[in-house]
């Protein structure tokens, strides 16, 4: 373990220990009969940013026994500082941070151009809260209290939707480039969230051919991770992005069957 990388304490408020009772009570298995994760596949490297020890401490034990480098700040401003420097697979973000908000911390990554896959962790259920944390760069979203075997599972497919590094892809004068998660259109950068970006790489790499409901969904989610209500809801937000602002709409719905880019000429 690294130096910078101490686990955190267990010493903690009555309240944070009664989430972590119920995180351990809404898991469906014990521990110990968990599947360890494939010995032959590199550790996943993740960086938890969590105010709460007791909370963080069992994130973080139940996450290094199921295989992954786990990295832990305790506030939001060293919480940036590490995801800046460091190269992480994913981040787990407490949205209520000391020194730092997460959305904040959320909102400066994407502006420094990570596009390290988020997944946002709060007390907080309301739409409006999950689209704040979306409209920030968040890429997935758990409200406490969450069984830790789902927060695995999600981070697990948000590390497996990432696309490779030099992917970039163009048609019709929209390009997007995967590692910054940035799209640009006559001139216009405009940032992506993961998911948005998921969406408009697959579209770009079949374009103008038609890409399926059922694809796009696979790409973003990983298989029957969503449903088209959701996938509708993204595509909306993505046109709001690089079609609204610009004379010619170029993402066309194909009624029943999926979406495409499609030429202006
Ligand atoms: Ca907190």
């Not at 048609?171 to 006559?186: I, K, N, P, V």
Request: charged share 25%; with cysteine; glycine share 8%.
């Amino acid at each position: 373990m690294r130096a910078a990388c101490a686990r955190p304490g267990k010493a903690g408020s009555a309240e944070s220990q009664a989430f972590v009772n119920m995180v351990w009570f809404k898991l469906s298995h014990p521990v110990s009969a968990l599947p360890m994760p494939n010995g032959l596949l590199p550790a996943l490297r993740v960086l938890l940013v969590e105010d709460q020890r007791d909370i963080a401490a069992n994130i973080w034990d139940f996450l290094e026994r199921r295989g992954y480098e786990m990295d832990h700040c305790a506030d939001g401003v060293s919480g940036l500082a590490r995801a800046l420097h460091g190269d992480f697979d994913a981040i787990i973000l407490d949205l209520g941070l000391p020194r730092l908000d997460g959305l904040d911390l959320c909102r400066r990554l994407r502006e420094a151009g990570r596009g390290v896959p988020v997944l946002m962790l709060t007390a907080r259920d309301t739409l409006e809260d999950k689209l704040r944390g979306f409209a920030e760069g968040a890429d997935d979203y758990l409200v406490k209290p969450f069984a830790l075997a789902e927060l695995d599972a999600r981070l697990r497919a948000l590390c497996r939707r990432r696309q490779p590094a030099d992917a970039s892809c163009s048609h019709a004068g929209l390009s997007f480039d995967a590692r910054t998660l940035t799209a640009q259109r006559e001139g216009r950068r405009i940032p992506l969230t993961r998911l948005q970006g998921a969406l408009l790489g697959a579209l770009l790499q079949q374009a103008p051919r038609i890409v399926t409901h059922a694809s796009l969904i696979e790409t973003a989610w990983g298989e029957g991770g969503a449903d088209i209500a959701a996938l509708q809801n993204q595509i909306y937000e993505l046109r709001g992005l690089i079609d609204k602002p610009f004379a010619s709409a170029l993402l066309q719905s194909v009624r029943g069957v999926g979406y495409r880019l499609v030429s202006t000429e």
